[in-house]
Nanobody, 124 residues
Framework: QVQLVESGGGLVQAGGSLRLSCAAS????????MGWFRQAPGKERAFVAA????????SYADSVKGRFTISRDSAKNTVYLQMNSLKPEDTAVYYC?????????????????WGQGTQVTVSS
C-alpha cells in the first residue's frame, strides 16, 4: 500500500516562505516521478512542479517558476517543495502525487497515488 503524507502547510504573509514535505512509503520509488499539485477554492487542481526520483530533472508551472523549488531525498523517500516569495494567489491545498512512470508530466491523470493535502494560506 502506497502512502504519501504531506506536511508543512500553514498561514504565512505575502513575501514569506514555506517548505512542504511529502513522505512516501509502501514501495520503492526510484523508478517514478513525483509531483506537486494545488487546488484553490472554486478552481480545478493544477500542476505546480515535478521531479524525477533518481535523475533530478524538474519541471515547474510558469506561475511558480523562480519562486518554488522541488527537491527530493531518496534516502528518506521524501519530496520537498520550497516556496519563496509567496503571493495570496498561491493560497490552495497542496497535494503530493506519485507518477505512473519515470517521466515528468503535468497532467494529473499521469499520477496514481495522492496524499491527503496540506493547506497553504498566504495573507496580503
Amino acid at each position: 500500500q502506497v502512502q504519501l503524507v504531506e506536511s508543512g502547510g500553514g498561514l504565512v504573509q505575502a513575501g514569506g516562505s514555506l517548505r512542504l514535505s511529502c513522505a512516501a512509503s509502501g514501495r520503492t520509488f526510484s523508478s517514478y516521478a513525483m509531483g506537486w499539485f494545488r487546488q484553490a477554492p472554486g478552481k480545478e487542481r493544477a500542476f505546480v512542479a515535478a521531479i524525477t526520483w533518481s535523475g533530478g530533472s524538474t519541471s515547474y508551472a510558469d506561475s511558480v517558476k523562480g519562486r518554488f523549488t522541488i527537491s527530493r531525498d531518496s534516502a528518506k523517500n521524501t519530496v520537498y517543495l520550497q516556496m519563496n516569495s509567496l503571493k495570496p494567489e498561491d493560497t490552495a491545498v497542496y497535494y503530493c502525487a506519485k507518477g505512473r512512470d519515470s517521466s515528468i508530466r503535468r497532467m494529473d491523470y499521469a499520477y496514481d497515488y495522492w496524499g491527503q493535502g496540506t493547506q497553504v494560506t498566504v495573507s496580503s
